[in-house]
Every structure is written in C-alpha cells, then in structure tokens.
C-alpha cells in the first residue's frame, strides 16, 4: 500500500486557482508514490494511492502535466504507469496521446497491450480490417493466443469479414491452444475462399499449424495438395516432422525436396534436416550437409553452426562439436546452451558447470533454455547441490520464471539421486499444474529405485493429463516386473491394451548378427559375468530369460560393430529406448574383452564404455 502524503500545506493557499489547486495536489501524491522504485509497480497489485493519481486528472491539461512529472522523475516507461496513461487519455477522448504514450514503451506486456486495444475500442477507433490484423498478430506475437481469437470472435461480430492476413495470424495462434476442431474450421474457410491458390504463405501457414499440433498426416495432405510450393513450404514439412520425433519421415521429405532442381535449399533447410540426422544418429549424412553448409558459406550463420554442433556432440564426436563451437558466433546463449546440453548427455557434469560460467565471463547473458541444459546436466552427474542452485539462481539474479521443463529437471534431478518423497512434495508445491512431462519424469525415477507403492500413486496423477503416451504403462509395468509383481504386469498391460496402445519395439541403428555374441557371451562369463534376470519383464524359465537378454538390440549391434569394423576402432551405437541394467554391465565386459571403446546413445543419454568401466558411474 502506498502511503499518502498530507495535501493540508496547498490547502490554505487561497490564491491558487481550483485548477492549479488540484495540480499541487496531485504532484504532492505523486513526488511521495514515486518514491517507490520502477519493480514495485510490476509486484504490488492495482493500489489506492495509484488510482487516485490517475483518477484526479479530470481534463488533458491534467493528465499532461502527470504525464510530464513522470518523464520528469524517469517513471513514463514503466509498463505500470504507461499503461495508466493509456487508458487515461483514452478515458478523456484523446486516443492519439494514447497512442504516442504506447508507442514510447521499449518493452510492452499483455496489460499495456491490452490498455491500448481498450482505448482504440473505447473511442470507436478499431473499425476496419487492418486494425483487426494489427491487433490480432499483436497478440499472437505476445503469446496471448486465447485473446487473440477472443478478437477474432468479436470481429465477426462487427461484420467485419477476415482476409488472407486474419487467417495466417489465426493459423499460427490456434497451435498454443491445442484446438483441433477450430483449426480444421480455419482450414475449412481457406479452402471456401479458395486462398490456397492465391499465395504460398497461407499454404505454409496451414501445414505449421497442423504440425504444430502433431498432426503431421494432415501437415503433409496439405503439403501435397498445394498449387505452389517454395523452399518456406518444404523447410516447414520437414521441420514438423522432425519436431514430432519422426526424423526419418523428415529425411525422406528432404530427399523429395532435392529432386526439385528449381527449389534451392536454405539455412531453414539445413537446421531442419540436421535436427533430424541428430535424432538417430545419421553422423555420415550430417556430414554431407556440413560440407554443403561450407559450399554455400553459411558456416558462419549462427543456428546452422549451434545445429552442426548439435549433430556432432549428439552422435558421439564431443570433440569435433568443441572444435566447431570455436568457430561460430558467440555472442548470444544459443551455441553455448547447445554445447552446455551435449556435456550433460556424455555425462560431463562438471565440464558443463564451467561452459557455463566461460559463458558468464564471456558477458553472454543466459536464458531459460540455458538454465533447463544446465539443470539437465546436473541431473545426469549426480550434482544435486548444483542443481538446486541454478533453480534459484535463474529466479533469483536473472528474474527467469520457472517452466514446466525447468521443474520437470529439478524432479529428474531429485528423483535419480533417491529423493522420492522430496521430489514428490517438489511437484504437489509446484506454482504451475504440473503437466505429463513433470509426473513422467517422477514416474520414471520411481522404476529406477522400485518404489511401487509412489509408482502407483504417481502414475494415477500421471494418467489423468496424459491416458495415450503408452511409455508411461511401460515403466509403470517394469516396476511391477522388476519387484516380481507379475499380477500387477498383467493389469497394467491389459489397461494399455484396452486402450488400443501397444509398445514401442526397441531399435538400435547398426544390423543385427548373432554368432559373434554367442561367442562374446561366453568369454564374458569366463570374466565372471552373471546374467541379471531382474531385466527380463516376463515370467520365463531362467535360459528363456537368458536368450531374452542376449537378444536386445544394442548387444546385437555391438557384435555387429565388432565383425565389421576395424580392430581396437571405437563403436557407436544409438538406440531408441532406454538402455537395461544388464545390456550397461555386459558392454563392460566387452569393452575389456574387445580393447574397444564402445559409445551407446541410448533415449536419454551417452554411455562411454572402455577398460571395463562407463562413464556415467553406473548413475543413470
């Protein structure tokens, strides 16, 4: 609450016109409610103290001379204040000070947005189509995508007919609401209006949408229906496919595009595909678009360059990713949050703790995305401290809001390292309603140190935001499994399969052989290797479960790798699903038997095998 001060002291000066009685007056409560600094305003709620100075401007003269004290006393672009001027002018009729005062605010939120669509309408200003639009991409641009349609809604109500521009906003917001039926009914009115004809821009427009909203079956019906495609239409397919998990439906796309010889590949193009070789681990082909990217001399773009970087520290070679990360720009966060996440992957917690304070030191100002690589990094090492103090840290210095990813690390942070019931009350305290992400990621640390009772507590919460993803019957199954629950297996399948989910089969990129494993599992055991039975999630005998075992696929591309490649060279395997006890302790035997270093990708992170030893510490 502000505090007023007494107005008695201009009170008795009898010579002071009404007017200028009142301007005392309201300079007095201004010069004390000022006192207070710019980020009191954004943190206290709407105040008496700050009503009453707006609403004593009575006439213009009035909210001038206000609005002159706070250039004055350096408080007119507080967003708070700025805002209150808006709706004052607006208030009095004079909607182009509005205007002018919206306009001088470097930094707007939704409020001051807001404000000013409020005093358009108040005064009857917003009455044609390009004051719609204007208004509408506002929004979309501030991420307010549900008054951004709210504004459609009443636009129609004014009998104002959408055009081309009201549709492309309203493609692009419908995504962040998840609203499926309202985006077909865009889709539907653009073909009425026959727009796709007209520009290729409405086109690229609709197929993001759909691949914004995972639709990517309708992205690519839409796709194949266009009169005109450009390099914007083709980037924008391969993205959504590669957005959706579905890298090797974006390769494929990004094989057709290059038999168009009339549409020439751009930098969208190469971060597109690149993301896509990086998810399974395609290294020769990423390869092959380096060498393009250095033809074209777009090496030095600085989203191509953090993607390459990506692509090399994701599919193994952290030292080529270090080479060329000193070859970009780097003067925002992006390189260095993509550098920070491909040391967290390999397990090099502490090498990812000192990027980040290089990236200090650099006067490189870090993000939200920084701070969720950072997060993750700690996770995969075992830095629960360090962990914790970069959540408070990206609040507490740099003013940056938790997401749900911010929280959905700090519960895999806790949740690995054995905090359970910390990681639990973590997430019922949460500011935010945790979403499927936060709860699976509990879930999945309740499988690795078989707490089933939390299991099944978390999974209830877990199924309520999310009854589809069958990833999250599979954990809760292996829990049961791993505790020789066998009944609770079975209810758990069943619930899936009434569902109509069946389970991701396991891949792993390099052909399958099995002669040479038979003979590796023999030395193995020769070493002392005992099979652990604890992995196989199925009621069999022990040398069914043994077969079971020597079955997995990344065993399988392991003896692969070792008959085809030359000896003592490394391997690298990159699998889709997480990687099993038993598979992580049998590779280090063979990394002793072989004199082999062996690099396992796995759904999560890297395993670096050598000398009998990995290098997460058998912590992952």
């Known amino acids: 609450m502000f505090r007023l001060l007494p107005t008695c002291k201009v009170r008795h000066v009898s010579k002071f016109s009404p007017s200028r009685r009142i301007c005392c007056q309201l300079f007095s409560v201004a010069a004390n409610t000022l006192r207070f600094s710019s980020d009191s305003f954004a943190n206290e709620n709407r105040s008496d103290g700050i009503d009453f100075l707006f609403q004593s401007c009575t006439n213009v003269h009035h909210a001038k001379q206000l609005h002159a004290f706070l250039v004055v006393s350096g408080k007119a672009q507080n967003i708070f204040l700025a805002a209150e001027l808006v709706n004052r002018y607006a208030y009095l009729g004079e909607v182009s000070f509005s205007r002018r005062t919206f306009d001088s605010v470097p930094r707007k939120d939704v409020y001051t947005w807001n404000s000013m669509v409020s005093a358009y309408v108040r005064s009857g200003c917003v009455r044609d ?66 727009w796709f004809v007209e520009d290729v821009v409405i086109g690229n ?14 992205a690519r019906t839409v796709f194949e229906g266009l009169p005109i495609k450009d390099t914007v239409s083709w980037n924008t ?18 094989h057709m595009m290059q038999e168009c010889k009339e549409i020439i590949p751009n930098h969208g193009t190469w971060v597109s595909v690149l993301s896509a070789y990086t998810h399974i681990g395609v290294l020769q082909q990423g390869m092959k678009v380096h060498r393009r990217v250095i033809k074209n001399r777009l090496y030095s773009d600085v989203f191509v360059g953090t993607f390459l970087n990506a692509m090399y520290g994701k599919c193994g070679r952290l030292d080529d990713a270090l080479l060329l990360f000193s070859q970009v720009p780097r003067k925002s966060s992006v390189p260095w949050n993509e550098l920070i996440s491909c040391h967290g992957v390999h397990g090099h917690g502490e090498k990812a ?20 690589s950072l997060m993750a990094a700690c996770s995969h090492s075992g830095l ?42 973590f997430v019922e305290n949460m500011s935010k309603r945790p ?11 309740c499988r690795i140190h078989g707490n089933v009772e939390l299991g099944k ?103 692969f790798g070792l008959i085809s490649t030359p000896p003592k060279s490394p391997i690298r395997i990159f699998k889709n699903l997480w990687v099993c006890g038993d598979c992580h302790n049998a590779t280090k035997f063979i990394s002793v038997i072989t004199e082999r270093e062996i690099i396992v990708r796995d759904s999560n992170r890297f395993h670096h095998f050598k000398d009998g030893t990995c290098s997460c510490g058998d912590y992952w």
């Open 353 to 372: 703790l000192k990027l980040f304070n290089d990236m200090l030191d650099a006067g490189v100002k870090p993000g939200h995305v920084t701070f969720v």
């Open 129 to 194: 189509l390009v004051s719609w639009n204007s208004i509408i991409a506002a929004y979309e641009q501030n991420n307010d995508p549900t008054t951004a349609l709210e504004l459609f809604n009443a636009m129609q109500l004014h009998a104002i007919q959408p055009d081309f521009l009201t549709l492309v906003s309203l493609a692009s917001n419908l995504p962040q609401l998840s609203d499926s039926e309202k985006s077909r009914s865009v889709h539907g009115f653009i073909l009425w209006r026959d």
């Open 457 to 559: 507590i978390v999974s209830e919460r877990l199924f309520e935001v999310d009854s589809e993803n069958v990833g999250y019957y599979v954990l809760l199954s292996n829990i049961y499994a791993n505790l020789g629950k066998w009944e609770g297996v079975e209810k758990v399948r069943s619930l899936a399969r009434n569902r109509g989910l069946t389970k991701t089969p396991g891949w792993s990129s390099i052909e399958e052989i099995y002669e040479k494993l038979r003979d590796l599992t023999a030395r193995m055991k020769s070493l002392g290797y005992v099979p652990d039975f604890s992995f196989v999630l199925q009621d069999f005998e022990d040398d069914e479960k043994e077969h079971i075992l020597n079955s997995h696929s990344e065993r399988l591309a392991i003896a």
């Open 384 to 425: 629960v401290d360090e962990g914790q103090l970069y959540f408070h840290m990206m609040q507490e210095q740099y003013g940056i809001k938790p997401t749900l990813k911010h929280y959905g690390c700090m519960v895999d942070l806790l949740g690995r390292a054995g905090h359970l019931n910390e990681a639990y009350s």
């Open 205 to 218: 427009a609709v197929v993001d949408m759909y691949a914004k909203l995972g639709a990517t079956d309708s």
């Open 435 to 445: 979403d499927a992400s936060v709860w699976g990621a509990l879930l999945g640390t």
């Open 237 to 254: 397919l391969i993205t959504g496919y590669a957005q959706n998990g579905l890298a090797s439906e974006a390769i494929e796309v990004y």
